[in-house]
């Protein structure tokens, strides 16, 4: 039997909220397949240097963000599903489900915020490692690979050395940096660290918001669907 009064507005409330859901699942996925393939990232993130592959931890927060995209949307078709069938095996399964999500993007944002720095650091490194074999005045055999892995970094970020650059980098950028006049390598926001800092803190920022916009959510309906599951349960006619 239909519920009534109070427990049919929560119904669809319910139901509404896990529209919501289903669509915040659907942006979730397109901002993370936008992360995954963004210009900036993906030209950084392939690049290859003595025998070294550039740091791959961002991409471990991206594809647990799919993941959890994917998962939102399934999730969500069947808290809709269950909400107006009012099916109590529907609706505990949901709820189930909702419980797993929540608790490992509680463990995802502690991840991410244990690790906020890690990324930019591990990218600040392999550039570094870069920067001085380039600098390598004996003529090493990685120099060229060195440079044109600079290059990469300066095109993408539109940056230009550590911001503590030394003489012979100087020397050097009028073929390092072109489009870089001499007075931009005095300023600290043209180094590349404050650039690959400043794009990770972006792209974080975004992953945070979306989750904690999704845990909002989740906690509305974790009461909504206790609530109606206890109002079908105490329904005429359901014993």
Same mark, same amino acid.
């Not at 001499?182 to 945070?208: A, M, R, T």
């Not at 079908?232 to 006619?237: F, H, K, Q, T, V």
């Given at each position: ?8 507005? /929560? ?5 509404? $909220?896990? $529209? ?8 979730? !996925? ?10 900036? @990232?993906?030209?950084? #993130? ?8 550039? %740091?791959? *931890? ?7 963000? /799919? ?5 939102? &949307? ?8 269950? +909400? ?8 505990? *399964? $949901?709820?189930?489900? !909702? ?6 993007? =509680? ?6 915020? &244990? ?7 591990? !990218? ?21 690979? +060195? ?9 993408? #970020? ?7 650059? *030394? ?10 940096? %072109? @489009?870089?006049? %001499?007075?931009?390598?005095? !300023? ?11 794009? $990770? ?16 959510? &989740? ?5 909504? *669907? &206790? =609530? ?7 329904? %005429?006619?359901?014993?």
């Amino acid at each position: 039997m239909a519920v009534t009064g109070c427990t049919k507005c /929560i119904k669809y409330m319910l139901f509404f $909220f896990n $529209f919501i859901f289903w669509l915040a699942g659907g942006v979730i !996925l397109g901002v993370a397949l936008w992360l995954r393939h963004d210009s900036q @990232t993906s030209n950084l #993130l392939i690049l290859q240097f003595d025998d070294q592959q550039a %740091p791959g *931890t961002f991409y471990i927060s991206v594809y647990i963000l /799919i993941a959890v995209g994917a998962v939102m &949307m399934l999730v969500g078709f069947l808290g809709c599903y269950g +909400a107006i069938q009012e099916s109590q095996c529907l609706l505990g *399964t $949901f709820f189930f489900f !909702l419980v797993i999500l929540f608790a490992c993007e =509680v463990a995802a944002a502690i991840w991410g915020f &244990m690790n906020r720095d890690t990324i930019s650091k591990e !990218l600040i490194n392999f550039y570094d490692s870069a920067y001085i074999k380039a600098m390598d005045v004996s003529g090493s055999a990685s120099k060229d690979s +060195a440079i044109k892995v600079l290059d990469v970094f300066h095109k993408t #970020l539109d940056c230009c050395g550590k911001g503590d650059d *030394t003489a012979l980098f100087l020397q050097l950028a009028t073929t390092l940096c %072109p @489009t870089k006049s %001499p007075e931009d390598f005095q !300023l600290s926001s043209q180094s590349c660290h404050y650039k690959l800092v400043e794009l $990770f803190s972006e792209k974080l920022y975004v992953i945070g918001l979306a989750a904690l916009v999704v845990a909002v959510i &989740m906690i509305f309906e974790m009461i909504f *669907t &206790m =609530v109606l599951c206890c109002g079908i349960r105490n329904s %005429p006619g359901v014993y």
